[in-house]
């Protein structure tokens, strides 16, 4: 004797519109998933964070490689524009807004046994286009990662940075070392990037 049960009863089959959306979501899924891949692992080159206590230039990935004159992340291309956000601290604001774009970033380093130090971030003219941070003999390599100036906890700090190239010059002036909490600087097409400190 068949016994019919509920659950077989409960059973409900999905109609044709409920099939295409499910399609679609996973469609969007997937093309999501290889953009970021395409635009972080095989596009523009990783974030790059620039922080007070010494000067360090940290990268989000990869590595720093010796290239020439300068100190290039180890990871993708370098973009045509750098979008660069100061994330300031203890209420201080740059004159000129917190973030500007351009395709050369200048990081002026404050120092008190002589003139600023200058260093600038730019891309190389190649066909595999590099971020180039410059002075190159100016900075260690502390690790894959870590690139310094200056001695950590010395009274030096980053005095300004500067962005030119592409449109309007965009600077913030930092008069303290206390006015600053990170320096963020992401290839502008770059969708994952350091937002916070």
């Not at 999905?14 to 679609?24: F, K, N, R, S």
């Not at 206590?53 to 291309?77: A, N, R, T």
């Not at 395709?103 to 002026?108: C, G, L, V």
């Not at 870590?146 to 592409?166: A, F, H, K, Q």
Request: charged share 20%; net charge positive.
């Amino acid at each position: 004797m068949a016994e019919s049960t509920d659950h077989t009863q409960a059973k409900s089959r999905l109609t044709t519109p409920q099939w295409i959306l499910i399609a679609a979501g996973v469609v969007v899924v997937v093309a999501v998933v290889v953009v970021l891949i395409r635009a972080f692992l095989m596009g523009t080159e990783p974030p790059i964070r620039v922080r007070n206590g010494s000067m360090d230039i940290l990268l989000y990935s990869g590595k720093w490689v010796e290239d020439g004159d300068g100190w290039s992340p180890s990871l993708g291309k370098s973009p045509n524009d750098f979008a660069v956000t100061v994330v300031s601290a203890n209420g201080y604001t740059c004159k000129d807004g917190q973030s500007g774009t351009g395709k050369m970033i200048t990081i002026y380093y404050r120092t008190f046994t002589g003139p600023d130090v200058q260093f600038t971030l730019q891309a190389s003219q190649s066909a595999n286009p590099k971020t180039k941070v410059r002075p190159k003999d100016k900075l260690t390599r502390v690790n894959d990662l870590l690139l310094r100036y200056g001695t950590p906890g010395d009274t030096s700090w980053i005095s300004g940075v500067e962005v030119s190239g592409g449109g309007p010059k965009w600077r913030c002036d930092l008069g303290a070392s206390n006015q600053l909490s990170v320096i963020n600087i992401c290839p502008a097409s770059n969708p994952v990037c350091w937002k916070a400190p």
